[in-house]
């Protein structure tokens, strides 16, 4: 046998494969959202956990869609992403923000927004250096930001006001920081951050020479009386900050994991250095019909925003009903519940308990904390069919309320 010495021994004593196994990701459990949405199927809950809509997407996008694949592009489209779908990201951004992209070199397709977050982290960090993360935060920034072997930072906003303190930002920066994270609108506080606070951030920023890796994925689903301001329109912040959205969300294609990115040509170079291990491309046919998608005239994105401004009110209407607490929310598939004065000692056994007395699956906002997280909160989603959101009161009323 061509086995090392201690290969043979080993395999005498009928152990044959040597261990494996990250030990960064192995020390993680499974996402919280996998692990509702299971939790949901297991109980015959509502599933209210998991970020997603109900329903299929636009019919339209789908038979775009359909069509392109029948017809083709099917082979490896270039590694940027292809032109149409590159251009017509800069045609939006020019459109909805008057920011001017070269679709050439300023702007890059990925699998989902997932990745192209991870392909920024990738791009822009070393072994050693620091990122800010802000909390409540999504769940895939802190591992990413280890796995690069840098240190995430954690800002705590607090609820309910949820607001940005410079001078703690601040404080977190040293020599070491080079990036910050800025998810606006904000999974899962619904928060959309305000123009005194993007000024905070902008000062931060340029004083601590930070780049910004702006999550923007929930960019069109805001409502009412709110607007989104990308950071990157600030003054000073255009060569600092990349945008990062996704076709998931603008177009309720989740499943399609079709995301982009776009900003100065230096960093969008740097996500495609690493871009192009990860996914390398992304389904041609898919990225043709959100190309469609995104053509769509200034309607189409208004009645987004009003849709889910619908759902949110009939949730908030019904939770309240139900003797529930919602904090405001502007934007986002998400309302938060304060649980206070409900005796809730641990928000994880409390959403458990929700599902299985219930039927309601929400997921505990300590998931999206690194350690010490609130226990009085729980995070709803809204992208649901009105008969189900109404069902889930029913079911709530039913469960927590005294007859
Ligand atoms: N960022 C945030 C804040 C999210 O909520 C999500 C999930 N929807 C993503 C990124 C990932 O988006 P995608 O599904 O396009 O990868
Ligand atoms: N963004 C979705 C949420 O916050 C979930 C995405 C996922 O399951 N990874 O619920």
Redesign the pocket.
């Known amino acids: 046998m061509g086995l090392p010495w201690i290969w043979r021994v080993k395999a005498s004593l009928g152990e044959t494969m040597a261990p494996v196994g990250s030990k960064l990701l192995g020390q993680l459990p499974t ?1 919280i ?2 692990t509702m949405s299971a939790l949901a199927a297991e109980t015959g809950s509502v599933n209210l ?4 809509p109900d329903d299929e997407g636009p019919a339209f996008l789908r038979q775009k869609a359909a069509e392109y694949i029948l017809a083709g592009p099917s082979q490896y489209p270039p590694m940027a992403g292809l032109l149409a779908l590159r251009e017509a990201v800069a045609a939006h951004d020019r459109r909805f923000y008057g920011l001017n992209f070269d679709p050439g070199s300023q702007v890059l397709v990925t699998s989902g927004a ?1 990745e192209a977050l991870a392909a920024a982290l990738f791009g822009f960090l070393n072994p050693g250096d620091e990122a800010i993360v802000i909390e409540p935060a ?2 895939s920034y802190a591992p990413i930001i280890r796995l690069v072997g840098a240190t995430p930072r954690f800002l705590r906003l607090e609820a309910p006001e949820w607001r940005l303190d410079q001078t703690r930002l601040e404080a977190l920066c040293n020599a070491k920081t080079r990036v910050l994270i800025l998810n606006s609108p904000m ?2 506080i619904g928060k959309v951050f305000g123009r005194d606070e993007l000024e905070m951030i902008a000062v931060v920023a340029q004083a601590n020479d930070l780049r910004v890796i702006c999550d923007e994925v929930y960019e069109h689903i805001i409502f009412p009386g709110a607007s989104h301001v990308p950071l990157m329109t600030l003054p000073g912040m255009g060569e600092r900050c990349v945008r990062i959205a996704s076709a998931g969300k603008t177009f309720s294609l ?1 499943g399609w994991k079709v995301g982009y990115a776009s900003g100065p040509a230096q960093l969008i170079g740097l996500m495609a250095k690493a871009h192009q291990f990860l996914t390398f491309t992304t389904p041609p046919a898919l990225q043709l019909a959100v190309a469609h998608g995104l053509e769509q005239p200034d309607d189409y994105y208004a009645q987004l925003g009003n849709d889910l401004g619908a759902k949110r009110d009939r949730l908030a209407q019904g939770l309240v009903a139900a003797g529930f607490h919602p904090l405001p929310a502007k934007g986002t598939y998400f309302l938060v519940v304060d649980l206070s004065g409900k005796g809730v000692k641990n928000d994880s056994e409390f959403a458990v308990e929700l599902a299985k007395k219930a039927g309601v699956v929400a ?1 505990p906002l300590s998931a999206f904390y690194e350690v010490d997280g609130p226990q009085h909160l729980l995070r709803f ?1 809204f992208s649901k069919q009105f008969d189900v959101l109404d069902n889930a009161i029913e079911r709530l009323k039913r469960a927590l309320i005294p007859a």
């Open positions: 996402t959202f996998t956990g998991q970020g997603f997932t999504y769940d999974n899962p989740t997921i989603c």
